[in-house]
């Protein structure tokens, strides 16, 4: 190290201890004015405690016995005193922790606590201060808070001291009663009754908008409030048909101080109101009372249609054709109608109070009235008809509709029955079943006659048809063509009265089926038929897509479809013919379609070629009882069947078959 360096290090070393005889210098001057600082402070404390006891002695006598919480504070918020119930709800102890009055304000109030405090300071004292604070616990509360400065003897401040109440419940039942007190107000505003609350000295406490409505005051209710009831009743009379009597009322009832209710009164434009009186009683002392006025004018006129209405129906039933009876759960009769004591031979007097069935029914007939009586008794109604001996001793037959009787509460209290004598229908129904019987068995004669006359009908037929070939063989040489053709058209003649003949059978046939109707595969039965019928190598019959399964009479439905295609095939005038079968779904039917490109039917004779014997063309295959067939087989399955159709080209049959 050079002499310089030395001379360096040296000279920083001075500067060095210089400072820190400085520093020490300074410290010491800092720690004697610290510990006066101390000294007052301590003297000030001292002061103050001394105050606060001194205070505190003077009203020892007053807080003594408070039940309200009491905090003594430093200007800055520290607690110096506290009493038992402030312990209790600030939830601390000074005592045993330090306590700052400002932790415990709840964070929403702490710049308008500030704000107090200040004002606080500046004017000694505040009162009815209402803060929320947040208890050690970390409860919620609001306290009413009434606090002064404590002064030392020269006027100086030199603590706080206040009276904390809990006030958290009463604010929250003050709320409640407000909203209480809002939701009767708004209530009442709006009632359908009008309502009029006087004081004892009968001015306007309280009423709604109905009131002002029924009395065409031309003001609010809040605008009513205060008004003498005296003048103003005086001035509503002549709203009222008996002005007089209704001031005369009003007086009555306010003298007598009595609760009144359903007073009617009748107003000048035809409303009926219905006016209740209530005193307001309170301590023994009268304190005002409630008049309330409701608008019965419906339930008047309803009450007046009501009884005119009974009138009418309690004539209408005794006079009715009809037998009424009414009998409680016991089979006892309770009521009876005119036309039940012409019915059945009594009076009214001999069978009220007496047992319906012991004095109508027959034994075996009873225990169908004991069933009915039980299902009346569940609540349940039914018609059903009974043998009974009227007074006479005549059998009759009642057609009775029962249904059960009940109460206000909803009991069962016994039934009514309406009776109707079908003694005479009765008859009818068994003359109309022997009719039904004697007409079953003339329509299987009917048929077995037919069967027979089409055989002993056709068998002659045959033998002339036998004879004719015969001479036409024997004599061919020496007959000339006009002969030839006399005879051939014999013969057409006689194969035409034999189809007729068979036609005629199979149509008088048609209603004398007893088969059960079965599932049938149109799909399969179409292809069969179609390799049974004669179709021309030049008529093509092509079934449009799947056909459906049907329900009904097989050997029928196949001579529909045969007559129909048959009928088709036979007036195809085309060097290419079509026939299209298809069909389409309906909610209750299955809707068939035959389509063809034959000659077609004028729309004249649309409705003509259904019926028997009715042949459009002079045709020596048709005897004009086909299509009456096929009308008779779609019938027999609950549908319909109808025709499109234009000259040249072709005809549409469509018919219809209940699924």
Known sequence: MSSSDVEILKRALDREKAARKQAEKILEQKAAELYELTQKLQHSNQQLESLIDEKTSELNG?????????????????VLKMNEPAIGLLEADFEKESINIMNLIHPTEYDNVMASFQELIKHGSLTDVHVKIRTKNNQTKLVHINCSIIYDAQGKAKAAQGIVRDITKSNEDEKRLIESENRLSTLILNLENAVLLEDENRKIVLTNNRFCEFFEIPMTPEQMVGIDCSEAAENSKELFVNSQDFIKRVDEVLSRKEMVTGDELIMVNGRILERDFIPIIESGSYKGHLWSYKDVTLKRSYRKSLETQ?????????????????????????????????????????????????????????????????????????????????????????????????????????????????????????QKELLLKQLARSNDELHEYAHIVSHDLKSPLRSIYALVNWLKEDNLDKYDDTSLTNISLIEETLEKMEQLIGDILDYSSLNSTNKEFTKINCNELLIDLIKVIYVPSHIEIKLNGELPEINGDRTKINQLFQNLLSNAVKFIDKDKGLIEVSFEELTTHYKFKIKDNGIGIDPAFHDKIFKIFHALNKNKDSTGIGLSIVKKIVDLHQGKIWLESKVGEGTTFFFTIKK
């Open 62 to 78: 007053v807080f003594e016995n408070i039940v309200d919480a009491y905090v003594v504070t430093d200007l800055i918020g520290n």
């Open 310 to 430: 009974k009138q009418k129906y309690s004539s209408i039933i005794a006079n009715m054709n009809l037998g009424l009876v009414e009998v409680d759960t016991n089979e006892n009769i309770l009521m009876v109608n005119q036309s039940f004591t012409e019915m059945s031979g009594y009076s009214e007097e001999e069978v009220l109070g007496k047992k319906a069935s012991s004095l109508f029914l027959e034994e075996e007939n009873i225990h169908v009235f004991k069933e009915q009586t039980r299902k009346r008794i569940k609540g349940e109604s039914s018609s059903y008809e009974i043998a009974v001996r009227i007074k006479n001793n005549e059998e009759r037959h009642w057609l009775i509709s029962g249904a059960p009787n009940y109460d206000i509460e909803g009991n069962v209290t016994g039934s009514i029955g309406i009776h109707l004598d079908i003694t005479d229908l009765k008859s009818l129904e068994i």
